[in-house]
C-alpha cells in the first residue's frame, strides 16, 4: 500500500496503470486521493482464466481528507441551487454537501416530479447572484452546458462546467467562477463533492485574471453597442 496524490477523477487508463506496477505477489494495493480531498482505497487481485491471468479490481471510499486544499472563508457563504428535471437526483447530493460545509443554501427548484425549462432556472440564479441575493449559484441539468451558456448570457456573471476538483479550482482562482454548473450524468459522488469544495472554498487570484475579465466584460459591452 502506498499513496499518490492526484488532483482529478481516477480513470480507466490509471487502474490500467497500476495494474501494470503491481508486484508479483498476486495483489496489489492502493490508495488514490480524490482531488485532495476524498481517498479511493483500491485493491487488485491476481486470477486465473481460461485465457491466462487477468485483475479483479474492487474499490471502496475513505473518509479520510488528506491535503485538503481549502482557503477559509470568513462569512457564510449563501449559494442558490437551480435544477431542470435531469437534474433533481444530483441536486440532493450538491444541497446536502452545501449544508455539510456551512453554507446557506436556496433551493430554486425545480422539485421531484416538475417540469422545467433549464433556461429559466439559470436567469433566476443569475438575477439573485448579480443583485447581491446570493454569493454564488450551483445549476445542473443534463450535460450542465445548457445552464452554463444561459446563465452567461448575464455580463457579470461567470459560469461554468467542471468535472473535477481541478477545473472548479483554476475556474475559481482565474475566472472568478460564481456559478458552476454539473452535469446530471451518473458520476462518482465523492469527485462531484470536491469539485463543489473547490467552488466555495478556492478564492479569486485577482491580478492580471482580473484584467482579463475586464475584457470579457468590454467584448459584452462592444457586441451590445454594435446591435
Known amino acids: 500500500r502506498y499513496w499518490r496524490d492526484w488532483s482529478s477523477d481516477v480513470c480507466s487508463s490509471d487502474l490500467e496503470r497500476t495494474a501494470k506496477n503491481a508486484t508479483n505477489t498476486g495483489s496489489h494495493d492502493e490508495r488514490f486521493c480524490l482531488a485532495g480531498r476524498h481517498t479511493l482505497n483500491v ?18 471510499p475513505s473518509p479520510f481528507c488528506y491535503n485538503e486544499v481549502m ?10 441551487v437551480g435544477n431542470d428535471y435531469a437534474g433533481y437526483p444530483l441536486k440532493k447530493l450538491v444541497i446536502a454537501h452545501l449544508e455539510e460545509l456551512g453554507c446557506e443554501v436556496e433551493d430554486l427548484g425545480s422539485h421531484q416530479g416538475e417540469a422545467a425549462d433549464y433556461p429559466a432556472k439559470a436567469a433566476l440564479a443569475a438575477r439573485k447572484v448579480l443583485a447581491g441575493e446570493a454569493d454564488r449559484a450551483v445549476l445542473i441539468c443534463g450535460s450542465g452546458v445548457g445552464m452554463a451558456m444561459a446563465a452567461n ?10 468535472r473535477c476538483y481541478e477545473e ?10 460564481n456559478v458552476l454548473c ?4 451518473p458520476g462518482f459522488k465523492y469527485v462531484i463533492q470536491s469539485t463543489v469544495d473547490a467552488f466555495i472554498a478556492v ?16 467584448l459584452t459591452s462592444e457586441d451590445l453597442r454594435c446591435r
Open 153 to 162: 448570457r448575464f455580463p457579470g456573471i461567470h459560469a461554468a462546467v467542471c
Open 71 to 80: 482557503a477559509e472563508e470568513k462569512k457564510k457563504l449563501k449559494v442558490v
Open 168 to 177: 472548479a479550482k483554476v475556474a475559481r482562482s482565474h475566472g472568478d467562477l
Open 203 to 218: 478564492p479569486f487570484a485577482a491580478g492580471r485574471h482580473e484584467r482579463r475579465l475586464q475584457q470579457i466584460e468590454e
Open 43 to 60: 485493491k487488485l487481485r491476481l486470477r486465473a482464466t481460461s485465457k491466462g491471468q487477468a485483475w479483479d479490481i474492487s474499490s471502496s
Open 182 to 185: 454539473l452535469a446530471a450524468t
